[in-house]
C-alpha cells in the first residue's frame, strides 16, 4: 500500500448509455490534493447537498464575477457541443457533482494517486484555467488533455519507468482510457489504489468494442 496521504484523486468515465438510452462519449476529471479532504468544501458548493452553506453574499461577490471556489478540482470542457474538429471556448466545471450530472452517473474507476507534487501540479491547473479565453478542442486539448497536462506537472511521466514515459510523453492525443493507463503504471509502482465501480461498463467484443480499443477509447 501507498504511504501517507493521496497527492491526487482521478476520476474516469468509460463511454456509456445512460437510463435514458443518452450516449456519453467518456470523461476524466481529476482532484488535486487529498479529495476526502477536499469533498466536504464541494458538498458546501452544491446546492442540492444538506451540508451546503455557501453564504449569498460569497455568491454575490465573486461568483458571477467567474473566480473559481474549488482551486484544485480538474475538469475540462466545451461551452458549447464541442464538435469532433471545431474549437470552442473552455468551461471547466465547478466539482465532481458537476460531472456526475453531466455524465448521469457516478465514475466508472476511480484512483488514489500519491507521491505527486502538488504545488506543481496546482499551479499548472491554475495557468490553463485562468488563461484568457481558454479554449477546447476534442481531440487536441480535452479533458483527458489537460489531466494530463497536470499529472505530467506532478512527476507523474517520470515515475512509471523510460519507456513508458517515451510512449505516453509522445501521444497525439489523450483519452480517459490512456490517463487510466498511466494511473495503473502508477499503481504497478505501489503509487495508486484503484477502484472500479459496479457501475462500470464491460469491454465489447463486436466490431464497436475493437474500434474503442483501437482509438484508445475502451
Known sequence: MPQ????ARVFIWYPHEDDDGGAHAGHVSMYIGNYEVGKNFELALNP?????????????DFGLSGVH?????????????????????????????KDVKAERGQPHVVYDVYGLNVAAMRSCWHETRDKPKAGYQFLRKNCATIVMRVLEAGGALNKIGKLNNVWFGNRLYWTPKYIAQICNLLRDKDLAVKTKAGNCPAKKSNFEGKLFQLMGVR
Open 4 to 7: 501517507g496521504n493521496p497527492t
Open 69 to 97: 471556489y474549488n482551486d484544485n478540482y480538474v475538469s475540462w470542457w466545451p461551452e458549447g457541443g464541442g464538435g469532433l474538429l471545431e474549437g470552442d471556448r473552455a468551461k471547466p466545471k465547478l466539482g465532481l457533482y
Open 48 to 60: 442540492k447537498s444538506p451540508d451546503y452553506v455557501m453564504p449569498t453574499e460569497v455568491m454575490r
